[in-house]
């Protein structure tokens, strides 16, 4: 059985939700997660096993860890470990009983609009440093056409913002809104 790596997972799922469907899709094509490390942020590791009826569970809890670690392990969850301020665990079941999402809706929300202005003040950054540049190539383009080799560095150097700028911004989007579809779920209850 091998291991296979799933580069920026976590980046792509930022959202506990989507986390939670992209692992159990993941087992269902026979990839088992394996326990988190120092790097789950940048890339999740999966055994190659036969599928099997697993839930996942990614939790951003508001209870004191020792109570909460306890509880949940008690009542048979494993734990796989951690990723930014989220807990994730999973157990088995059989077919038709799926076991209920017991996640910290509240802790969530909060890790949502923290993490989502995160997101949209470096996506701010990497607009300021576009801004910047081109605003440096202008000035210095109407005092003197630079060489060529320079100007393409500029234009390299330039282009380069755009990609983060726009992962930053999708990321802070898809946080936001999930803040925003929690706290309508919040005060429904």
Excluded at 78 to 89: I, L, R, T
Aim: glycine share 6%; net charge positive; hydrophobic share 45%.
């Amino acid at each position: 059985m091998g291991v296979q790596r799933s580069l920026f997972a976590v980046m792509k799922h930022i959202v506990p939700s989507d986390l939670e469907y992209y692992l159990e899709e993941k087992n269902s094509e026979g990839l088992k997660l394996l326990p988190l490390g120092s790097a789950s942020f940048f890339s999740l590791l999966f055994s190659e096993e036969k599928p099997e009826k697993l839930r996942y569970v990614v939790d951003c809890p508001t209870l004191p860890k020792a109570l909460y670690m306890k509880k949940l392990t008690e009542e048979g969850w494993e734990y796989m470990g951690q990723s930014m301020n989220c807990y994730v665990w999973r157990i088995g079941y059989e077919e038709g009983s799926r076991p209920a999402d017991f996640s910290d809706k509240t802790g969530q929300k909060i890790h949502c609009f923290r993490l989502g202005l995160i997101m949209a003040a470096l996506a701010l950054v990497f607009l300021g440093l576009f801004a910047a540049l081109c605003y440096s190539l202008y000035a210095e383009y109407k005092v003197q056409a630079p060489e060529a080799t320079r100007l393409a560095k500029y234009l390299v150097v330039i282009v380069l913002q755009l990609p983060f700028f726009a992962c930053f911004t999708s990321m802070a989007v898809k946080l936001l809104k999930e803040n925003s579809r929690l706290n309508r779920r919040v005060i429904l209850k």
